[in-house]
């Protein structure tokens, strides 16, 4: 007697959390410390202590009924303006806290635009490989998704493929930058195209397009690249963000949404913001947790233990002869399966204690996501099982 | 270009919060201490002291990754066993960390369990006078609200009304027990007959209807009245619950949901529950508040201090010649309005800066909410104020 939407969700659930309980069960036949568990994005960088020092004194200081109580449902004013006041310092922005709505994470954010924006039937276009939840956020709402393929070659979009699938049921576009899971940046000109192909459409089908960027890893990049901030580039875009990643505070469920004022409509658009971030049952993001982020906009967890993570199993799986492109951002990289079918790697994989994840999962069959937010020590101890799966399939060394 | 839905959504926004607001313009204009505002539940109680040093001692004792980290979407299991634990003491029920999933409070709760249940068109019948955001949480999922009639004299509900309502589309039926914004507590009785009218309607329709009990005010009852636990009386009831009003805590956004094991399809939904949990962009109920309520269990606020007021208010405004159902729980009463439009009755009070809602918002035209959870002396100063606009309309004091 379930709803036949949840009945597909099951269905659908994430291969991603499937293969962490895999992980699990066999961490428990051969010990944890034989498995090689690279399925889940869980941050393991600590948590920095200016965030734990800031809960401890807003804990302290400020009167108890006021931290725990009611605010605005798009969260405290001063929460806000100092989002907006960071931003603007490192993206030349002109925001003001009207136009930052605190969020319950990015994915809080998410369902809150979709849920302002579409109409049943609408349709939402996503880059491959994508994040898989974005399909169930969509069904939420009752969207449909529209699946645009990449260049293998540099995992950009396909513009020319999007140029097809943009249709006048295209309500908005997802973009994920830096990309889980592939790990690249979308360069400025693959935003610049994108941003005047969809202006382009505007115009010929005479509404909006409007585009998501959602940016939970924007400060997990490397080698001193930096995300292109989109509202710049294209007036009908809505960004989120989440400090799960940042400040390794996932469970924290704290993030916020920016709305620019050159939106069109935006003054309806930010009225159903609110409400709909109360009404689909948030009401505000963690009153506590946005005073302490607040406090801690300019910190960042230690993106130098993911970078050297990156470095030393990029270098040594592409040395081995596996194939894959050159993770940017994140802390995910996406291997090309040596045999067409990636889910018989994975099985392979397994049998040498490594956890992977599917990339069908995020419409891409033939490549497995690899999360290297792990212990270094550990990534270590797994090159020499890489490397036997790699002579498994006769993969010559670099 | 927004959907349709989120522009009913705004349209028919909360009444609750208009008053909020206008209340606040009025305070600006003839100074706070002038203006008798009833109109938001925001609790006024101190957040009991045992819940700040539980979260003091949490952030300085656990590690910080593990304490802001992920945990299963249905929360931490030994938080959710000690919820369980909690529920078997008080109410003799036999509960385990299986039957508990941790929510962003019972809003999010309550949203998570209709993803779950319903397909478009499906209907949640409620009970007038209901919580204004029912309507939108069955919005959300495209469901169509059925609205039960009270009984006038009682507030209980009007059973015949009900079962004329109840037919083949009903899903669930939504109880909310103390009833915001009465004040009543649905008896025994009434839930029995509730309870054997549905288990007479399955029958006849050959499949499940769901009750949802929704239990934020549980804690704030008086006279050492309690709410019967509907899973004792009718296998297929979910339990939403908030610790928003029993510690004072709303801006924390910390509850729970119970499934019972005897309901239909039990794995099914539970499994939907745990998925819906997390792909409707809550992820999991923010980390530290699980730990922290799972410390303060037996606590509660200072439930004196709300019968205080009731009784105060409840005496000084019948004895005025006010017509009232006496309020046995949560910090609501509900007015009988002296002119059957009681919009105009509002606008005649706010003249005396008195501020309240429409009972129109919750199904009831000719009745207002007072939500008496305001400081005691401000109550005591409106009164002069009660007999001003009594005497306008020429009551007869008792």
């Given amino acids: 007697m379930v709803s036949k939407q949840i009945l597909e969700d099951i269905s659908n659930s994430s291969a991603i959390r499937a293969m962490f309980i895999e992980g699990k069960a066999l961490a428990e036949e051969v010990g944890r410390e034989n498995v090689f568990d690279f399925s889940l994005g869980n941050p393991c960088t600590p948590v920095p202590e200016a965030y734990t020092r800031a809960m401890l004194e807003i804990i302290r200081e400020e009167d108890s009924l006021e931290l725990h109580g009611y605010m605005d449902n798009t969260g405290y004013p001063e929460v806000r303006k100092a989002v907006a006041d960071s931003l603007n310092r490192r993206f030349k922005t002109r925001f003001d806290a009207g136009n930052i709505i605190m969020t319950v994470g990015a994915a809080g954010a998410i369902n809150v635009i979709l849920k302002v924006l579409f109409d049943p039937g609408d349709e939402l276009m996503v880059f491959a490989p994508y994040f898989t939840e974005y399909r169930n956020y969509c069904g939420n709402w009752r969207g449909v998704l529209s699946v645009v393929e990449p260049d ?126 109360r009404i689909t049952g948030f009401i505000n993001a963690p009153a506590l947790m946005q005073k302490a982020v607040a406090r801690c906009l300019e910190e960042k967890t230690d993106v130098d233990f993911y970078d050297r993570n990156r470095k030393r199993i990029y270098e040594a799986l592409t040395g081995l002869g596996f194939s894959c492109v050159k993770p940017e951002g994140t802390f995910y990289m996406f291997l090309k399966s040596p045999e067409p079918d990636e889910k018989k790697f994975i099985e392979a ?4 204690h490594i956890i992977l994840v599917n990339g069908t999962t995020f419409a891409c069959p033939g490549y497995v996501r690899l999360a290297y937010c792990v212990p270094y020590e550990m990534l270590e101890r797994s090159l020499p099982a890489f490397a036997a799966l790699a002579a498994e399939y006769g993969l010559k060394s670099a």
Wanted: charged share 25%; net charge negative; glycine share 4%.
């Fill in 349 to 352: 994989a397994k049998k040498h």
């Fill in 152 to 277: 293998y070659e540099t995992f950009q979009p396909d513009l020319a493929d999007m140029e097809r699938k943009l249709s006048p049921k295209t309500k908005a576009v997802m973009i994920n930058n830096p990309v889980n899971p592939s790990g690249v940046i979308y360069s400025e000109e693959t935003i610049q195209r994108i941003a005047s192909l969809l202006e382009q459409k505007q115009q010929e089908y005479g509404h909006e397009i409007y585009l998501i960027s959602d940016e939970p890893y924007r400060e997990l990049v490397f080698d001193g690249k930096t995300t292109p901030f989109l509202t710049k580039y294209y007036r009908n875009t809505f960004v989120t963000y989440s400090f799960s990643k940042a400040l390794s505070i996932p469970g924290d469920r704290i993030g916020y949404l920016v709305v620019p004022k050159e939106m069109a409509d935006f003054d309806t658009v930010f009225q159903g913001l609110a409400i709909a971030n």
